[in-house]
Each structure stands twice: as structure tokens, then as C-alpha cells.
């Protein structure tokens, strides 16, 4: 093992227990939030813990790139591009759904119910995802990986996500306004494109080189 192989050990490892946290939490994240949303008839918080769920997926692939480069395995990489064009579609439908979805809330004026559970579950998020955001860049930057600098932009992207969602679940519990969920929706539609074109090219893929 050369010495600069030995350095990176060391970042490597932290990026492997980044990606394991950013899967355990999402994993949970998603769970709840689907479930709050479809008991309040939330579409947005449906919408986020779908997300999540996706985010579970994408961040498998780099859990498994990374692991093959620490053991010093090849990587499939037709494998790895079936898989991200795979995640690409389910962003895509994800948009789909929530734009569908919030064209009838508003068309048909279902006043969904208030949700302190998402409010809590998304200002948690606020907390947790630029933090998970931070430490991926900084060992991204150490293994001079764009994988993980990828990745940490991914994640950074995620934290986004829970302020609008957030912001939307504390104005309709708030001022009562039924127009916000479908509106968050919205938003996470776009994130859900600009995630979902990223991964259709490869971007989170990326190599090294």
C-alpha cells in the first residue's frame, strides 16, 4: 500500500460513515414523513419523505462506489449508470405525482389537516442535512473525490428541501392557507427534476480522474 493510500484511509472511512448516517436517517425521515403526510393529507410531506426515500438510493450507490475504491475492487460502472438512470426515473415521477397531485388539491379545494409531527420531522432536517452537507464536502476535499463533493452537493440540495417544506407546513398550520401544501409541492417537483437530470447524467457517478 502506497503512503497517499495509507492518507486517505482515514477521509475515506468518514465518507463511508457519512453515507452509512445520511442512508439510516433518510431511511427514517422517509418512513415518517410519508406516514404524517398521508394521515394529514399533506401532499408536500408525502412528496418529501418520497424523496427521501430516493435519496436512500442514491446514496447506496455511493456507499457501494466507495466501499469497492477502500477495498480496491473494480466498480461496474454499466451496473452503477443503470442504477442512477433508475433513480433519474423515479425523480422524475416523483415530480410527476406531486404536480398532478397539487393541480387537484387546488382545482378540487381539499383543506388538508395541520402536521406537527412534519413540522418537527422537517425542522429537524434543517438541522441534520447541511451538517451531513458540511462533513461530505470536507471529506470529499480531503480524498480529492468528486463523488463525495457530488454527493455533499446532493445532500446540501436535500436541506434545501426541508426549508421550503418546513416554511409550507408552518404557513398553512399557522395562517390556515390550503394553497401552501400544493405550492411546496411545486417546489419539490423542481428539486425532484434537477435532481433526477443530475443523476440521469451521471454526475454523482463521476470519477476521480
Known amino acids: 500500500m502506497t503512503a497517499t493510500s495509507t492518507r486517505l484511509r482515514g477521509p475515506a472511512r ?16 422517509g418512513f415518517v414523513a410519508v406516514l404524517a403526510g398521508v394521515a394529514a393529507g399533506l401532499v408536500s410531506l408525502i412528496g418529501f ?21 477502500l477495498r480496491g475492487g473494480d466498480v461496474d460502472e454499466q451496473k452503477e449508470g443503470r442504477a ?7 425523480f422524475f415521477a416523483l415530480a410527476a405525482y406531486v404536480i398532478v397531485e397539487g393541480v387537484l388539491r387546488l382545482a378540487g379545494g381539499d383543506a388538508p ?12 432536517s434543517i438541522v441534520v442535512m447541511p451538517w451531513l ?9 480531503a480524498l480529492g473525490s468528486r463523488l463525495v463533493l457530488a454527493d455533499a452537493k446532493e445532500t446540501r440540495l436535500c436541506a434545501w428541501l426541508s426549508v421550503s417544506t418546513f416554511a409550507g407546513l408552518v404557513a398553512h398550520s399557522a395562517a390556515g392557507w390550503t394553497w401552501v401544501d400544493p405550492l411546496a409541492g ?24
Do not use: M
Open 84 to 90: 442512477l438512470r433508475f433513480i433519474a426515473l423515479t
Open 14 to 29: 468518514r465518507a463511508i460513515r457519512l453515507e452509512q448516517a445520511t442512508i439510516a436517517y433518510n431511511v427514517l425521515e
Open 133 to 141: 452537507a458540511w462533513a461530505k464536502r470536507r471529506a470529499g476535499l
Open 49 to 69: 419523505g418520497i424523496d427521501s426515500g430516493i435519496e436512500v438510493a442514491a446514496a447506496a450507490v455511493v456507499l457501494h462506489r466507495l466501499l469497492a475504491e
Open 113 to 124: 389537516d395541520t402536521s406537527p409531527v412534519g413540522i418537527a420531522l422537517t425542522g429537524a
Open 186 to 209: 411545486f417546489v419539490i417537483a423542481g428539486f425532484a427534476v434537477v435532481e433526477g437530470c443530475e443523476a440521469w447524467a451521471g454526475e454523482i457517478a463521476c470519477d476521480d480522474d
